[in-house]
């Protein structure tokens, strides 16, 4: 059974974060993600699974082989989410920059 999961409840445990964080700069499989982790195996296959089940990864076969890679896509609706709060907070840290330039001791 395939549930469809959140993908903000998928980013929120620091694992699966670190995870993508591995797969910015190429496919990797699960042994290779692994053995970047101190935890057992199929506890990062777990934490695949869930990136997968948000669609925040992809899996493709090569041999016998699975390579898992990003979805950019799916990463770009956390951005589009995000970025009304990065627009706020430049905008409040332009004005204290502001301030502390016309601020004279």
């Not at 840290?93 to 502001?98: A, I």
Request: hydrophobic share 40%.
């Amino acid at each position: 059974m395939n549930l469809r999961r959140d993908i903000f409840q998928a980013i929120a445990d620091p694992t699966r974060r670190a995870i993508l964080m591995l797969l910015t700069s190429q496919a990797m499989t699960a042994g290779t993600i692994a053995s970047n982790f101190e935890t057992a195996r199929p506890t990062v296959s777990k934490h695949l699974q869930i990136l997968i089940e948000c669609e925040l990864l992809s899996q493709e076969q090569n041999g016998r082989e699975i390579y898992y890679s990003l979805n950019p896509l799916k990463l770009r609706e956390i951005e589009d989410f995000i970025e009304p709060f990065r627009k706020l907070w430049d905008n409040r840290f332009s004005k204290l920059e502001s301030v502390m330039k016309n601020y004279t001791l």
